[in-house]
């Protein structure tokens, strides 16, 4: 028989590199090291994990060795949870990516208290009989804002929709040109006016809108004027607009409601619009509870009885409406603004330069004694989420030492997630807007990101 020599493909060499098959899925799983993830995980996901494991396995994309590790740290990913806190040290008080207003102490307590329990979202309990909601927080908007009725919708965007819907559906409304905004997401003001079965009939240009052009746009067929708000852009230089005073005075003479999308503002007389103010000439007014109030995510509608009945009973106003959790944070959001407590998005917006220079002081100070090299920088902190464009806070940033995008990196990947700023090619914190609770966190976290760097800068201990 002709001996078989060592380079044959075919020889005992070939053979023994040739590497081994993967075990089935039931062989791994009785395996004594995956029997004691049952008392963790079910049947079910440990299953899957095995089998997307062997299938990596056969397809070259994974090793063999390390399999327990890996499908535990499978097991662990599928069944961790996706949200998670975030500290905001950007700046930008309400950061649409992160949730915009973090939420007052009254408002999270309700929230815990309502949370896991049942509640008196839709039944009266002086009568036993069926409640409405929106009895909840009517009361409490009335007497903040002066309204004669009102309402709560799931956002600003669904409140404008509904409005249009219920009191304009197949009719024209009148809207000046330069008012012709685009919300986050690509969510374009003529978009929603076309899904209410409203007719918008622009007039005026982008940069100037007179009275007199909204009375020569009105027909038989207009039902509203409309105002909305550029409360995320400024439109400078030579330009004029008309006062919602005078857009009231056109739509009283013609019979023709007016709407009012505030987005964000004021609660009372300011730089920005004021609800009081909009409230006592138009119809309908509308704004975001996370931007102007500092609340939940909501969209608050108030305005004339008759408005807003009619608004309640179209069969959107269901598809829109707020639950139970919704209301519970508006509700503690509006007794923090009645009481006259402070919500944490007023107390960012009201934060003076001393007070942040001596917060980034003593952060830096500690970062100092570990050894780790920071520095002031002057900046700038602005309130985001579409409201006061322009409007920038002066503020202190601490500035890291270290290449800024890979330490804003480990920074938005440890956890807690800390989401920072670069300027001027450093890796910044603002102070502004880390909430006070959060500071031996944020120090912890710095001192991770920092320490994990390949030669990471330091200074002397202090």
Known sequence: ??????????????????????PAVATVLRTPELQSLRSIYPHRLIVEAVREQLKQERGGSREPTGRL?????????????????????????????????????RAVQA???????????????????????????????????????????????????????????????????????????????????????SRMVEVGTTNRTRA???????????????????????????????????????????????IDDLGSGAMVAGSEPAVAESVGV?????????????????????????????????????????????LAALEA????????????????????????RRRSNVLRSELNQHGIESSELPATSVMGGGSLPGNQMPTVLL???????ALATRLRRGRPAVLCRIQDGRCCIDLRTVLPNEENQLLEAILAAARSAPNHRRCEPA
Request: with cysteine; hydrophobic share 45%.
């Open 1 to 22: 028989m002709a001996r078989t020599l060592p380079s044959d493909p075919g020889g005992p060499l070939a053979a023994a590199e040739k590497p081994s098959k993967p």
């Open 69 to 105: 590790e890996a499908i535990r740290s499978s097991l662990s990913e599928a069944t961790s949870p996706r949200l998670l806190p975030v500290i905001n040290a950007t700046g930008v008080v309400l950061h649409t990516n992160l949730g915009r207003a973090p939420l007052s102490p």
């Open 111 to 197: 929230l815990v208290s309502i949370a896991g329990r049942y509640s008196n979202v839709e039944l009266d309990l002086e009568s036993g009989k069926r409640g409405d909601r929106q009895t909840l927080v009517q009361d409490l908007l009335c007497r903040l804002s002066g309204a004669e009725a009102a309402m709560a919708v799931n956002n600003n965007a669904a409140a404008v929709l509904l409005a249009l819907q219920s009191l304009a559906r197949n009719r024209e409304v009148i809207i000046s040109r330069g008012q012709q905004v685009e919300i986050g997401g690509s969510f374009r003001m003529p978009d929603v006016m076309k899904l209410s079965g």
């Open 212 to 258: 007199a052009d909204y009375e020569a746009a009105i027909t038989g067929r207009t039902a509203a004027l409309l105002r909305v708000h550029t409360s995320n852009f400024n439109v400078v230089g030579f330009t004029e607009t008309t006062s919602l005073r005078d857009m009231a005075d056109i739509a009283n003479r013609h019979g023709l409601l007016l």
């Open 282 to 326: 138009a119809d309908v007014t509308t704004f975001s509870g996370d931007k102007l109030l500092g609340g939940p995510q909501a969209g608050v509608v108030l305005g004339r009885l008759v408005a807003i009945r009619r608004m309640e009973r179209s069969p959107l106003a269901r598809a829109v409406r707020v639950d139970k959790m919704t």
């Open 333 to 356: 959001t509006l007794l923090d603004h009645l009481l006259g407590s402070e919500t944490p998005v007023a107390r960012m917006q009201g934060m003076g330069v001393d007070e942040i």
């Open 399 to 405: 500035a890291l030492a270290g290449a800024a995008t």
